[in-house]
């Protein structure tokens, strides 16, 4: 059976990604780290704003279930101004005209794109018998030590200072209804990922490979674990997001992903 793309799924898609955020903002306040995420809801949109430098600054699902009015958009920039940050909204294309609209009379710019993809899990099968013995879930106590893999990943180096700030990575680690993933190439942790469900819907995140590790089949095998886990625990579709053209795109392709649609970064300068 193919899942064709309406409607009905992107907005199932999106909200999961609003759902996942909150979850993200409900672990990371909770926990006592030495910071904080502020947050605005917006009729099934939410707006994130955690520093300056934080990867998760942006509003997502704007306009998926109704019209969106200009008095939304005007809270979501002064939710931005007001911490001196630039308006950032995710847009997707199933969205209301009235986003696109909108956004184009207030000066947003685009600023890059990202690719939603989904993978329908009841006709998809591993490809091997049994799952790559170097992948298994986290323990509580290895947190730490999947924050630095991750974290060092991201930032495309084998090892992260000792003294770098890891409270987006613990965040994501101790999300609800998400499970951190590790892979290890002889004995050493070397790549890790997430992978949260909710709604039949398996959402695969935070996966990155510490430099030396790569082009080594780490991030193959995290997808095929996390795919077979949520297979076996009810999902029905698998969604990842991934930058154009890079490697993570590849690997997804030749695991069965197919493109959903592509969301758009709309940028409007903060206001001085």
């Not at 990842?240 to 997804?252: H, K, L, V």
Request: aromatic letters at 10%.
């Amino acid at each position: 059976m193919t899942v064709f793309l309406n409607q009905e799924l992107a907005r199932k898609i999106e909200y999961g990604v609003v759902r996942g955020n909150r979850d993200l903002v409900e672990a990371w306040n909770s926990s006592g780290f030495s910071t904080t995420v502020m947050t605005k809801e917006f009729n099934h949109a939410l707006a994130i704003y955690g520093g300056a430098e934080c990867p998760v600054n942006e509003t997502v699902g704007l306009g998926m279930f109704s019209p969106v009015a200009e008095s939304t958009i005007e809270e979501i920039e002064r939710f931005y101004h007001a911490n001196h940050h630039a308006s950032v909204i995710r847009v997707c294309p199933l969205a209301h005209p009235s986003l696109i609209e909108l956004t184009r009379q207030r000066g947003y710019v685009l600023n890059g794109f990202s690719y939603r993809w989904i993978l329908d899990l009841n006709s998809w099968e591993p490809r091997c018998e049994v799952a790559d013995s170097r992948v298994r879930m986290a323990a509580k106590e290895e947190e730490m030590e999947w924050a630095r893999v991750v974290a060092a990943g991201f930032a495309d180096v084998d090892a992260v200072p000792v003294d770098q700030n890891l409270d987006l990575d613990r965040a994501f680690f101790r999300m609800q209804n998400s499970v951190p993933v590790l892979a290890f190439e002889n004995g050493v942790a070397a790549a890790g990922g997430i992978v949260a469900l909710g709604d039949e819907v398996a959402a695969l995140f935070a996966t990155s490979t510490r430099r030396s590790y790569r082009k080594r089949g780490l991030q193959t095998a995290l997808l095929d674990w996390r795919l077979r886990f949520a297979k076996e625990n009810g999902a029905t579709i698998a969604t990842i997001e991934t930058d154009p053209g890079s490697n993570s795109q590849r690997n997804a392709e030749r695991m069965g992903f197919r493109l959903a649609y592509v969301t758009a970064e709309l940028v409007r300068p903060a206001q001085s």
